[in-house]
Structure formats: C-alpha cells, structure tokens
C-alpha cells in the first residue's frame, strides 16, 4: 500500500491502550501582513509546542485501574476539548497530508482555553 495515497481520518481509527487521538491546530500559513511563510518555517512553529483538539481516547487513557473507570475528566479535559504537549512525544498518523496524531495520556501537559 502506498503511504502517500493512504489517508486515514478520524471516522476510521481507534486509539488502543493509553493513546489519544489529537487533531493538530493548523498553524498560519500567511502572516498579518500578507507575506506567504515557507513550509519549513511553518513546520517548525508548529512543532515548537503542539496544540491540538482531543478527537478520541483510548480505553485504557487515564483508567483508574481500582474503579476501572476512564476518568479523563478527572484529568481537567474530555473529547472536543484543545491540550498541549511536548514536540517530541507524539507519533503522526499514517498519510501525508493528515494533521492527526497519537499521543500517550501522561504526556498531556495543559488543556488550553480557546
């Protein structure tokens, strides 16, 4: 199968385990002034600190492993809600063009109030 043809969305995949389904913030591509940024400053910008929408959670993402509740709420944010975290702890979902990334429950940072 050739990854650049495969575009996965949201609709079809199922976090496991402690991953979480994030939808990453598009960042601006043109500045106030009208100037077209370069790709690789966009790129860069963009992984300086993610922000993205919490599409789904995984069924073992913030468990209670005594209750055995899924208790993100707990957590201060729940589906539908913005959260940061680290450039370095996400994994992309498979296609070029999707904006869509895994990331472990314990690497959430903040939610963010947009």
Known sequence: MNLEKLELTADKIEPNGYHILIELLEVKKESDGGIIMQSSDVNREQAAM?????????????????????????????????????????????????????????????????
């Not at 899924?70 to 996400?90: I, K, M, R």
């Not at 990334?101 to 959430?108: E, R």
């Open 50 to 114: 993610p922000v993205g929408k919490v599409l789904k959670i995984g069924p073992q993402a913030y468990k209670n492993h005594e209750s055995g509740i899924n208790s993100s709420a707990e957590w201060g944010f729940v589906e539908g809600d913005y959260v940061q975290f680290a450039s370095h702890v996400y994994m992309k979902v498979a296609g070029a063009k999707s904006n869509l990334v895994y990331v472990l429950d314990y690497d959430i940072k903040a939610k963010v109030n947009l």
